[in-house]
């Protein structure tokens, strides 16, 4: 049963930056099939896709966040990151990690709540 | 970006009634098309990928159908549990996008 896990810090301040991370069990971030998601949803609102990387490097991101964002793997770890730069009260969010195909996203972190304020 | 549009954005029904949401894609999708269901303070749950096949553990009551760029999701009979908003998301694009959800209430 796999498990993914999110952590990081829950209050960011403008302009710094949010970094968050999902540690994964019960399977392995090297498995060849699969991506590694960061999905959002800000308090209120529908999802938006952040991005994806592959075990192989391979990485693609939501042309609005592009600029901002980065993520990378740990496979010592089996874990995967999340870095968003120069934040604003508009990335307020719950950010939930994911395992992915080619197809969908068929197994989802429970979410953790990133406030951005002062 | 491929703009995926619900609709409704969201309905009342009572237990037992046929639902229907649509998904509309901006451009053709084939069918790499997929639904997930949410409950409030839960992460999303994926019900039906490539716009029909049922993910394992999913009730029969859902189904999904739809190619190109119009697809539906139906459940047959609503249950208690059903109670919940509704996202359709395209994979035919690397960027992946996701409808901006239905929310189901109880009538």
């Known amino acids: 049963q796999l498990h993914l896990q999110e952590s990081g810090s829950g209050l960011v301040k403008p302009s710094q930056t949010l970094s968050l991370t999902c540690v994964v069990s019960?399977?392995?971030?090297?498995?060849?099939?699969?991506?590694w998601n960061w999905i959002r949803q800000p308090p209120g609102k529908g999802l938006e896709w952040i991005g994806y990387?592959?075990?192989?490097?391979?990485?693609y991101y939501n042309p609005s966040l592009k600029s901002r964002v980065s993520i990378s793997l740990d496979r010592s770890k089996n874990q995967f990151s999340l870095n968003l730069t120069s934040v604003t009260a508009a990335d307020t969010a719950v950010y939930f990690c994911?395992?992915?195909?080619?197809?969908?996203?068929?197994?989802w972190g429970q979410g953790t709540l990133v406030t951005v304020s002062s | 970006d491929i703009q995926l549009t619900q609709s409704p954005s969201s309905l009342s029904a009572s237990v037992g009634d046929r639902v229907t949401i649509t998904c509309r894609a901006s451009?053709?999708?084939?069918?790499?098309l997929n639904w997930y269901q949410q409950k409030p303070g839960k992460a999303p749950n994926l019900l039906i990928y490539?716009?029909?096949t049922l993910q394992s553990g999913v009730p029969s009551r859902f189904s999904g159908s739809g190619s190109g760029t119009d697809f539906t999701l139906t459940i047959s009979s609503l249950q208690p549990e059903d109670f919940a908003t509704y996202y359709c998301?395209?994979?035919?694009?690397?960027?992946?996008?996701f409808g901006q959800g239905t929310k189901v209430e109880i009538k």
């Open positions: 998301q395209q994979s035919y694009s690397m960027s992946r996008t």
């Open positions: 451009q053709s999708i084939s069918t790499y």
């Open positions: 490539v716009a029909s």
């Open positions: 019960g399977g392995s971030i090297s498995a060849s099939v699969y991506s």
């Open positions: 990387m592959y075990h192989s490097g391979s990485s």
């Open positions: 994911a395992r992915g195909s080619s197809i969908a996203v068929d197994s």
